[in-house]
């Protein structure tokens, strides 16, 4: 694992200070080792957390015939066998790493070998036969990369901080990324807080050079759920699920220092447990996190079973209000751009615990966004029920009410009469579903000082659900979370959190044959009936039966719960007042004043439990935003 950074084109600098200036901005991300390539027009750096072939991985590496290049963050869990198939095709290998054995696969067949790649990457090559310069990120976005290109210069890195390094870079916010920020509580790709700056998106490689007057973007694959084969009974499809997500565990567990688990007491990360346990009988060491408020905010209990259970070494960690609050000021500068999913916090803290003991962990990210996790149980159930309204006559579910709401002169009523008529196959295509969902269009307009029009921050969720390539809406939903949500929030975090700590994050369930895999398996298979009530996740929870307490199993789906809005009142709004009024807040230079203090003051007005829970998330959101500007603004 490391952190990767590098230029093509920027003719006045200085090589090798600027590379090292890039790389020292991410130190952390690798403790172990740093190297530096660069000739006239191209420069690469790397800082190395060594994982495999602790000796012998040292980069930038070159090709055999020493025209490519290489740079590399991440881990290919498949690279002993390509070594071999690599070995008797006639190349030869001086090192044990998996990074020669991407390079090795360059020269065989160019970028058609990120299709043989299993496993998380960001991937930058030089060709300088080609003369041109190319970039990869792995299928699913667990590995972030960024771009700048301002027309004539392009630089990338593993953090937007390194490419900030560079001379001459404008810092210039991006006013539609806060519009966006405002209503996801991230931004969405491709585009990032500062203007030029991009995020290579998951499953794409980049190319850049002679003969290309622009960056040149190419998917090399999707999740496709537009092949659903329906011919193998339930008890099959388990028994290919248990030995395929066996083996992808064992792939996460290929390194040569000792592996972790990040273990919050819910289904998802208990069930990757058992499955290390089962294969591998030494001693697993396990890691948990919970908040000094107790009651939800202390999922312990739950760890302790699982650890117990499965005989882990269990290692704990409580953090309080000051803990939280005190690494705000880091957090956003880790995370570089705005966002504001808070459960990175206690992420943080559960990393920095799990570094003092190992340097690898796995985790149960992603078993929700590919096998059906979440609400998706009640969502299923009012499907049912929109089902039966469908087959009423359409008089008497349309035209009936719409003639009423007519002569009442009701438009509200109107719409929601067309709303609950759309067709199934193509209803999330038209209200636009997503995970999150907090400032509207309207409320950004009183809210944000700037006369810039802005684009509906959900105008790429259309082409989203459309590129799923299928009628059925538990599927569509479920590409959307991954595609988006999980791309964008989940795995965003993970890294940053943990890279922050020199610890790297391994995720099994997203392992790419595990998720083309389940994307052809019945939507039924994943989210079904038992004893008539939907239940999600069904064929994790097969998985988990004989493997797992029953409490684990049975337990509802909580998420890692932060207690925010309990911090944000404490002491009557403290937080957002000294941070969003004070004379020295720099969101006032974006923000209308009355808009946010009117905010304050309803969220004071009541007691907490009567408190609009989205009211103190979206000013979460202006807190977190006042904490990222005066860590990154030095003007607006």
């Not at 206690?346 to 966004?369: I, Q, T």
């Amino acid at each position: 694992m490391c952190g990767i950074a590098g230029y093509y084109n920027f003719r006045d600098i200085s090589p090798y200070e600027s590379l090292k200036n890039m790389c020292d901005q991410i130190s952390y991300r690798g403790p172990d080792d740093e190297g530096y390539y660069h000739n006239d027009v191209v420069g690469l750096g790397m800082r190395r957390l060594s994982i495999i072939d602790i000796d012998g991985g040292h980069q930038p590496m070159q090709s055999s015939n020493g025209y490519q290049r290489i740079v590399f963050n991440g881990e290919i869990y498949n690279y002993q066998q390509l070594r071999q198939q690599l070995r008797s095709d006639g190349s030869e290998f001086s090192t044990n790493s998996d990074t020669e054995v991407i390079i090795r696969a360059f020269e065989k067949t160019g970028p058609d070998m990120l299709k043989s790649l299993n496993g998380m990457f960001g991937i930058a090559i030089w060709d300088q036969a080609q003369k041109q310069l190319l970039l990869a990120r792995d299928r699913m976005g667990i590995k972030p990369l960024y771009y700048y290109w301002d027309g004539t210069r392009f630089a990338f890195a593993s953090e937007i901080k390194s490419i900030l390094t560079l001379p001459d870079i404008e810092h210039e916010i991006n006013h539609q990324a806060i519009s966006d920020y405002l209503t996801f509580q991230y931004i969405p790709q491709p585009g990032t807080i500062w203007k030029h700056i991009y995020k290579l998106p998951p499953a794409h490689f980049l190319t850049i050079g002679e003969g290309l007057s622009e960056p040149k973007l190419n998917r090399y694959w999707t999740c496709n759920y537009s092949e659903c084969e329906t011919n193998r009974s339930p008890k099959q499809l388990e028994d290919e699920f248990e030995h395929l997500l066996l083996d992808c565990i064992d792939s996460c567990l290929v390194s040569d220092v000792p592996v972790g688990v990040l273990l919050s007491g819910g289904l998802d990360s208990a069930a990757i447990t058992a499955g290390i346990k089962e294969r591998h009988n030494g001693t697993l060491s396990t890691f948990s996190i919970a908040f000094e408020e107790g009651g939800k905010f202390n999922e312990f209990e739950y760890a302790r079973q699982v650890s117990s259970h499965l005989s882990t070494d269990h290692h704990e960690v409580v953090i309080g209000n000051k803990e939280f609050v005190d690494f705000l000021p880091d957090f956003v500068r880790h995370s570089d751009e705005p966002h504001a999913d808070l459960a990175s916090v206690p992420l943080h803290y559960v990393s920095k615990l799990a570094r003092g003991s190992v340097k690898v962990v796995l985790s149960g990210e992603g078993a929700d966004e590919i096998l059906g996790g979440y609400q998706l149980d009640q969502t299923m159930g009012r499907l049912d029920k929109l089902r039966m309204f469908h087959k009423l006559p359409t008089w008497l579910r349309r035209d009936f009410p719409n003639m009423c709401a007519a002569v009442a002169g009701n438009s509200k009523i109107s719409q929601a009469i067309e709303k609950i008529n759309l067709p199934i196959a193509t209803r999330n295509t038209e209200l636009l579903s997503s995970m999150t969902d907090f400032f509207s269009t309207v409320e950004k307009k009183n809210l944000l000082k700037s006369d810039q029009s802005m684009l509906d921050a959900k105008r790429n969720l259309k082409q989203i659900f459309n590129d799923a390539k299928t009628d059925d809406f538990l599927h569509q939903l479920m590409y959307m979370y991954q595609q988006d949500w999980l791309a964008e929030d989940l795995l965003m975090k993970a890294d940053k959190m943990t890279m922050a700590n020199s610890l790297e994050l391994r995720v099994p369930f997203l392992d790419h044959r595990l998720v083309g895999w389940l994307a052809k398996t019945p939507s039924h298979s994943k989210v079904g009936k038992v004893g008539g009530k939907y239940q999600t996740k069904l064929l994790l929870r097969e998985f988990a039966r004989n493997r797992l307490p029953g409490s684990i199993l049975d337990r509802p789906k909580l998420g890692f719960t932060v207690p925010e809005n309990i911090f944000l009142r404490k002491n009557n709004m403290s937080l957002p007042r000294e941070l969003l009024q004070s004379p020295s807040s720099r969101v006032r230079d974006i923000l209308d004043d009355e808009v946010v203090e009117r905010m304050i003051v309803e969220a004071s007005s009541k007691p907490i439990n009567q408190t609009d829970t989205k009211l103190l998330k979206k000013l979460w959101l202006l807190v977190i935003l006042e904490y990222w500007m005066r860590e990154w603004c030095t003007s607006s």
